[in-house]
């Protein structure tokens, strides 16, 4: 059975930065495509960054560029998200997800993942 577990969520101030971690029960972790979306109450699910398997192609949205990176360490089977520079319109719950492919295609659509985990949640403060 496949596990995601986020962690890393918080409490903090506008400016500054936090880690989330995603670790996977996935024998292969290096045979799935991973990402990071984001959901606020009463909103749709949004895509935040993604990473291909090798971890050599890396997408993001517009919204979080420059400020998130997203990585992943396949021999710890865990993937990560580092914010810096939060400002209060990032707080959600923020979800890894995780789908198995046979390329280094990356996907950004939600609709393409169907491994979820059950979300860190992030508030930033003004």
């Known amino acids: 059975q496949v596990r995601l577990v986020e962690s890393g969520g918080g409490l903090v101030q506008a400016g500054a930065s936090l880690r989330l971690s995603c670790a996977a029960s996935?024998?292969?972790?290096?045979?799935?495509?991973m990402a990071w979306f984001r959901r606020t109450p009463g909103a749709e699910r949004e895509f935040v960054a993604a990473?291909?398997?090798?971890?050599?192609?890396?997408y993001y949205a517009d919204s979080v560029k420059g400020r998130f990176t997203i990585s992943r360490d396949n021999a710890k089977r865990s993937l990560y998200l580092q914010m810096n520079s939060l400002k209060p319109e990032d707080t959600a719950g923020y979800y890894c997800?995780?789908?198995?492919?046979?390329?280094?295609?990356?996907?950004?659509?939600?609709?393409?993942?169907?491994?979820w985990g059950q979300g860190t949640q992030v508030t930033v403060s003004s």
């Open positions: 996935l024998v292969t972790f290096s045979d799935y495509g």
């Open positions: 990473i291909a398997r090798s971890g050599g192609n890396a």
């Open positions: 997800a995780a789908r198995l492919r046979r390329t280094d295609y990356v996907m950004t659509e939600g609709s393409e993942y169907n491994y």
